[in-house]
């Protein structure tokens, strides 16, 4: 498998959040990083995870998939993900895939934290 | 849910001559990547089918064509089972490029099955928003009627996912990777059963089929390519052992339940329709 083109950056927003920015292409083969800053950004702490997708550039199925998985281990620590900065491309993926159904996506970083900080 | 005696087309070497022409050909997408980048859209854009809510699909000779129009897609986040990921792998060897590899699976997909099951795509192959008809041999004479629909397709990958009714909410992703000086080529399903009744069905032995109808789909493939001994390697991961109870109601789409209804009901929807035609007949 080729080296991952990507890279996810971990910011703190409070106690309980957590942003992950994600630059690059997103595909199977970015699942060690992807899941290490899942480790970097979660703890029993954190309740809330945002994704970032404004960097992004490109993304196949396998990363889905990836995001899928990601889903799988936030909903077992009973944390919810959200979604911003997808282009209209992307977000029509997310669409067509139902993965909105289940990550909530919004406009911006401030819609994303007002929408998960209650 | 399927029987796999092996599939419908044995490899001969004319078969496997002609892949190799066709795996000569180049990748089928390159032309649209180059032109989305010009376009300024990512390079992924022409490999994504477009949003679509509900499948439309047309009639398809040799097939029964039920359970699919009007459906809507599922992923695993609408599946009710277990989610697993199955991967089933073979060494392609070090003479087949991973574009080659993808390139006669995509055109050439439906021989690949194992005998009993049909697959009616498009007759261009495999391409982003194409949905296919399948019947799948499920015992006693029945065939489960139902379709797939193709998500992403490039040159060295593509994705099916399936509409609500099928067996399994979910995608399966066929590819093939450099790994070294040999092309391992795989396809890797994600899934839950879309239903408790499908979550039984695979537990008693859905899951065991599956796996052979997979393992015989990748072994033709490897006769396709050359391959003198295909093997596949299969691995089995529960991803998460919860069931999502809140889509237990996905049973009221039950392709195998409204297969075996149709396939009971054929005789008295043929008498019917003959009785009409006589009455018309007679009246007009």
């Not at chain 2, 009221?252 to 009409?276: C, E, K, Y």
């Amino acid at each position: 498998m080729n080296a991952p083109a990507i890279t996810m950056d971990v910011r703190r927003i409070g106690e309980t959040t957590a942003v992950v920015d994600i630059r690059g292409e997103v595909t199977a083969a970015c699942e060690p990083v992807l899941m290490s800053a899942y480790e970097a950004a979660g703890g029993t702490a954190t309740s809330r995870l945002v994704l970032n997708f404004g960097g992004l550039e490109y993304m196949n199925s396998g990363g889905i998939g990836m995001l899928v998985t990601l889903l799988v281990r936030a909903n077992r620590q009973r944390q919810q993900l959200a979604a911003y900065g997808l282009s209209e491309h992307y977000r029509e993926i997310f669409e067509l895939t139902r993965l909105d159904e289940a990550i909530t996506i919004y406009d911006n970083e401030e819609s994303a934290l007002h929408g998960v900080v209650r | 849910m399927t029987e796999t005696a092996g599939p419908d087309k044995v490899a001969t070497a004319d078969q496997i001559g002609l892949s190799a022409r066709e795996a000569a050909a180049p990748p089928p997408d390159t032309a649209p990547s180059r032109a989305a980048a010009q376009a300024g859209l990512p390079r992924d854009s022409a490999s994504w089918a477009r949003k679509v809510d509900r499948l439309e699909v047309g009639h398809r000779s040799g097939v029964r064509g039920t359970n699919v129009a009007g459906r809507r897609l599922t992923g695993p986040v609408q599946g009710f089972g277990k989610m697993w990921q199955k991967t089933y792998r073979m060494d392609a060897g070090s003479q087949i490029t991973p574009e080659q590899a993808i390139a006669t699976w995509r055109a050439n997909f439906p021989e690949f099955w194992p005998k009993g099951n049909r697959f009616a795509g498009a007759l261009t192959g495999i391409n982003p928003g194409d949905v296919a008809l399948l019947d799948l041999s499920i015992g006693g004479g029945v065939k489960l009627s139902t379709g797939v629909f193709v998500l992403y397709a490039d040159a060295e990958s593509f994705t099916l996912m399936t509409p609500q009714g099928h067996m399994f909410a979910g995608w399966i992703t066929f590819s093939a990777e450099r790994e070294g000086d040999t092309t391992t080529v795989q396809a890797q399903v994600l899934m839950r059963a879309n239903d408790p009744l499908y979550e039984i069905a695979m537990t008693l032995g859905g899951h065991r089929k599956e796996d052979k109808f997979w393992a015989a789909t990748l072994t033709a493939l490897g006769r396709r390519l050359g391959l003198p001994d295909p093997k596949v390697e299969t691995r089995s991961t529960c991803v998460d052992s919860k069931r999502q109870w809140r889509h237990s109601r996905n049973v009221w789409h039950n392709s195998m339940v409204r297969s075996v209804l149709q396939t009971i009901s054929a005789p008295l929807v043929g008498l019917s329709r003959l009785a009409r035609g006589m009455n018309s007949r007679t009246n007009g």
